[in-house]
């Protein structure tokens, strides 16, 4: 999901594969299996949009746990690199994981922006990734062969929010804000496309999240007397500009966002009784506490006893993407050209969905879903091609 960025080819001699082992040049092992895999977590750990990088960590490291508790042959070590979401960082954290930590494998980066930056960066040191949260659709559109994503990109969210707020909303005058980022912009761009697809009528604006005051934004909303608007960014700077829409008199706009603002930091910023009924989309699938999927609920009580938390945003695709790679270590994979190789073959029923990933890194399944604040809470509503208003 999501920040801005141009990649970057950085010159870095393909090395470590995690363990005690050194990958020689034709992608063979020269040395016995390692004791112990270090597969990385990287994204914005500390930094303002750390709300929805912790749920994902905290997945990958519940089922690499789970993994190390019946005493394998080979463990592994789950490596957090705190990004803070800053793509510069994320580069020399990258460098960080191969030449001196020896990444076999790295979940991440968590947002899109980092991963134009990384990518480059993996693909050269022939590290696998698969990240839980990074949607920009030009990502699958490199020819990278370590890169994978666990979730779909916007080119299906965009769409996919976009149909519902001209179905399921009704909406026929939509203003349309991003944050200029890597990720908030092309969101938008697929949903104002959509929404024109449609025969919405589509107002368009920008602003920029690093400012507080989205005054001359704002009212150019009120002027529009839209019977919707959708932001692309991120829950930081949601959340306020929701709280200035209402606090300009915009009550009647349904306020809609993606999977960006899909965190509690977005009724925090808003004020809940603002926040009341807002409606995000996302490509990921939340473990509400009503859940009766038997695999589901399993997950989401084991989350919730090892953090003392819901399961929020991405904690499930995390928890998969984890998974793809200890299954690749518990087959035998410890080199990281074997680790990608297994990656391209996986095929299992997972938390979140059936992981099955394409030839550019794209995993196969493509459900958007709908979310809305409900008495001060983000609740489930459903599949967007299915879900309904009260």
Same mark, same amino acid.
């Given at each position: 999901?999501?920040?801005?960025?141009? @990649?970057?080819?950085?010159?870095?001699?393909?090395?470590?594969?995690?363990?005690?082992?050194?990958?020689?040049?034709?992608?063979?092992?020269?040395?016995?299996?390692?004791?112990?895999?270090?597969?990385?977590?990287?994204?914005? &750990? +500390?930094?303002?949009?750390?709300?929805?990088?912790?749920?994902? !960590?905290?997945?990958?490291? &519940?089922?690499?746990?789970?993994?190390?508790? +019946?005493?394998?042959?080979?463990?592994?070590?789950?490596?957090?690199?705190?990004?803070?979401?800053?793509?510069?960082?994320?580069?020399?954290?990258?460098?960080?994981?191969? %030449?001196?930590?020896?990444?076999?494998?790295?979940?991440?980066?968590?947002?899109?922006?980092?991963?134009?930056?990384?990518?480059?960066?993996?693909?050269?040191?022939?590290?696998?990734?698969?990240?839980?949260?990074?949607?920009? +659709?030009?990502?699958?559109?490199?020819?990278?062969?370590?890169?994978? !994503?666990?979730?779909?990109?916007?080119?299906?969210?965009?769409?996919?929010?976009?149909?519902?707020?001209?179905?399921?909303?009704?909406?026929?005058?939509?203003?349309?804000?991003?944050? %200029?980022?890597?990720?908030?912009?092309?969101?938008?761009?697929?949903? !104002?496309?959509?929404?024109?697809? %449609?025969?919405?009528?589509?107002?368009?604006?920008?602003?920029?999240?690093?400012?507080?005051?989205?005054?001359?934004?704002?009212?150019?909303?009120?002027?529009?007397?839209?019977?919707?608007?959708?932001?692309?960014? $991120? $829950?930081?700077?949601?959340?306020?500009?929701? /709280?200035?829409? !209402?606090?300009?008199?915009?009550?009647?706009?349904?306020?809609?966002?993606?999977?960006?603002?899909?965190?509690?930091?977005?009724?925090?910023?808003?004020?809940?009784?603002?926040?009341?009924?807002?409606?995000?989309?996302?490509?990921?699938?939340?473990?509400?506490?009503?859940?009766?999927?038997?695999?589901?609920?399993?997950?989401?009580?084991?989350? /919730?006893?090892?953090?003392?938390?819901?399961?929020?945003? $991405?904690?499930?695709?995390? $928890?998969?993407?984890?998974?793809?790679?200890?299954?690749?270590? /518990?087959?035998?994979?410890?080199?990281?050209? /074997?680790?990608?190789?297994?990656?391209?073959?996986?095929?299992?029923?997972?938390?979140?969905?059936?992981? %099955?990933?394409?030839?550019?890194?794209?995993?196969?399944?493509?459900?958007?879903?709908?979310?809305?604040?409900?008495?001060?809470?983000?609740?489930?509503?459903?599949? @967007?091609?299915?879900?309904?208003?009260?």
């Amino acid at each position: 999901m999501l920040a801005a960025g141009v @990649a970057l080819t950085l010159g870095l001699a393909a090395c470590g594969d995690g363990g005690t082992e050194a990958k020689p040049a034709d992608g063979g092992s020269n040395a016995a299996a390692p004791s112990t895999v270090k597969i990385g977590f990287m994204g914005d &750990l +500390t930094g303002p949009n750390a709300g929805i990088v912790i749920p994902p !960590r905290n997945g990958a490291k &519940l089922v690499i746990d789970e993994y190390n508790k +019946t005493n394998p042959a080979v463990k592994i070590e789950l490596v957090e690199y705190d990004s803070q979401g800053d793509a510069s960082k994320a580069v020399a954290l990258a460098q960080q994981a191969i %030449k001196t930590d020896k990444i076999a494998g790295l979940i991440g980066p968590a947002f899109s922006g980092e991963s134009a930056q990384v990518g480059p960066v993996l693909e050269e040191a022939e590290i696998p990734s698969i990240t839980a949260s990074a949607t920009n +659709t030009k990502l699958a559109e490199n020819g990278w062969k370590f890169w994978h !994503r666990v979730l779909p990109n916007d080119g299906v969210q965009g769409p996919g929010i976009a149909d519902f707020i001209a179905g399921a909303a009704a909406a026929k005058n939509v203003f349309v804000i991003d944050d %200029k980022s890597e990720y908030g912009k092309p969101l938008a761009d697929a949903v !104002r496309t959509q929404l024109g697809t %449609k025969g919405v009528k589509v107002t368009n604006d920008s602003l920029d999240p690093a400012e507080s005051d989205y005054s001359s934004v704002v009212n150019k909303v009120a002027a529009a007397k839209p019977d919707a608007l959708f932001f692309g960014g $991120y $829950y930081a700077a949601g959340g306020n500009l929701l /709280k200035q829409l !209402r606090d300009k008199g915009v009550k009647d706009a349904k306020f809609f966002s993606g999977d960006g603002s899909l965190d509690k930091g977005l009724i925090d910023g808003a004020g809940a009784p603002n926040a009341e009924g807002a409606l995000v989309g996302c490509p990921c699938y939340i473990a509400t506490p009503d859940v009766t999927d038997a695999k589901v609920k399993g997950f989401a009580d084991s989350y /919730k006893a090892a953090f003392s938390a819901e399961p929020a945003i $991405y904690a499930a695709e995390g $928890y998969d993407a984890a998974t793809v790679f200890v299954e690749a270590v /518990k087959a035998g994979n410890t080199t990281t050209d /074997k680790i990608n190789a297994f990656i391209g073959t996986v095929d299992l029923a997972g938390v979140s969905k059936q992981v %099955k990933f394409a030839a550019n890194g794209e995993v196969e399944a493509k459900d958007i879903y709908m979310y809305q604040v409900k008495d001060g809470a983000i609740t489930l509503l459903g599949k @967007a091609s299915e879900a309904k208003l009260g």
